[in-house]
């Protein structure tokens, strides 16, 4: 049985093909369809009788956002300044965490180091406003977290598996 297994790589979307659960082959394909790279293997040999409806699959994906997102617990402090409570200190903007669009999943998936005590708190809660923002980057927090300035909120996030999508969407 033949089946397709796309993710996200730097150049593109990778269709990795697999007979009876093994690899048989890899391509990768630009988001708008076009074939970049293909195995030439005699070990991974790539069957090309899939590579149009490849093709229609990877041009269906969800759109990158034009935009760089992050993902915000709480609602925005007035001030414009996250408050760490581990050190009584404000911080140099809002705390938030990074973001990296998953075209295959159509979702955003947390990147970066920040230390995800806060993430798991709030989400375990359930009760914490989630968002998905954009804004000018200014600095590190204490816990690894970018803090950002002029700050915009795109819309309330849910989780959606793995992954942060818009709940108004």
Same mark, same amino acid.
């Given at each position: 049985?033949?089946?397709?297994?796309?993710?996200?790589?730097? *150049? %593109?979307?990778?269709?990795?093909?697999?007979?009876?659960?093994?690899?048989? &082959?890899? !391509? #990768? /394909?630009?988001? $708008?369809?076009?074939?970049?790279?293909?195995?030439?293997?005699?070990?991974?040999?790539?069957?090309?009788?899939?590579?149009?409806?490849?093709?229609?699959?990877?041009?269906?994906?969800?759109?990158?956002?034009?935009?760089?997102?992050?993902?915000?617990?709480?609602?925005?402090?007035? *001030? %414009?300044?996250?408050?760490?409570?581990?050190?009584?200190?404000?911080?140099? &903007?809002? !705390? #938030? /965490?990074?973001? $990296?669009?998953?075209?295959?999943?159509?979702?955003?998936?947390?990147?970066?180091?920040?230390?995800?005590?806060?993430?798991?708190?709030?989400?375990?809660?359930?009760?914490?406003?989630?968002?998905?923002?954009?804004?000018?980057?200014?600095?590190?927090?204490?816990?690894?977290?970018?803090?950002?300035?002029?700050?915009?909120?795109?819309?309330?996030?849910?989780?959606? &598996?793995?992954?942060?999508?818009?709940?108004?969407?």
């Amino acid at each position: 049985m033949l089946t397709i297994k796309y993710s996200m790589q730097t *150049n %593109g979307i990778r269709a990795q093909q697999y007979v009876d659960g093994q690899i048989s &082959g890899a !391509s #990768v /394909y630009s988001t $708008d369809g076009e074939l970049v790279w293909r195995s030439k293997s005699d070990l991974c040999p790539w069957d090309c009788s899939m590579d149009d409806e490849i093709a229609r699959v990877v041009k269906g994906f969800a759109p990158i956002p034009s935009y760089t997102a992050y993902l915000r617990f709480k609602n925005l402090p007035a *001030n %414009g300044r996250s408050h760490n409570y581990a050190t009584g200190q404000t911080e140099a &903007g809002i !705390s #938030v /965490y990074e973001l $990296d669009w998953d075209l295959v999943a159509g979702a955003w998936r947390l990147c970066g180091s920040a230390t995800p005590a806060q993430l798991i708190i709030n989400t375990l809660r359930g009760d914490v406003p989630a968002y998905i923002v954009t804004g000018e980057r200014v600095g590190t927090g204490s816990d690894g977290e970018p803090l950002l300035t002029d700050v915009k909120i795109i819309g309330p996030a849910r989780q959606d &598996g793995d992954g942060w999508v818009l709940s108004n969407v």
